[in-house]
């Protein structure tokens, strides 16, 4: 997926998000991603289910993967984060 198709969720408002989500389907991308890790995993949901129940009812989800990244501290620790990545694609062909 290219990259100009990705949206990566973090700690902005979930409208600015849908937002974003919106202009790229009615600039006729079929599909983007929603990907966000940590605490903004919550947020990338919310987003996912806003476009698709008030927004464009035509859009499903295509899938969901979640998975964890090892992110180096600066003091050399190794930490576990969650991530996740949500595919939409827009339908009515």
Known sequence: MPESN???VGSKPVMNYV??????FHGNIKEILIRARGRAISR?????EIIRNKFLTDVKVKSITTGTEKLKTDD???LNI?????VLERGGD
Not at 44 to 48: A, E, N
């Open 19 to 24: 937002l974003a989500a919106i202009t790229l």
């Open 76 to 78: 050399g620790h190794e």
């Open 82 to 86: 969650s991530t996740i990545e949500i």
């Open 44 to 48: 990338s949901v919310d987003v996912s």
């Open 6 to 8: 990705v949206i990566f």
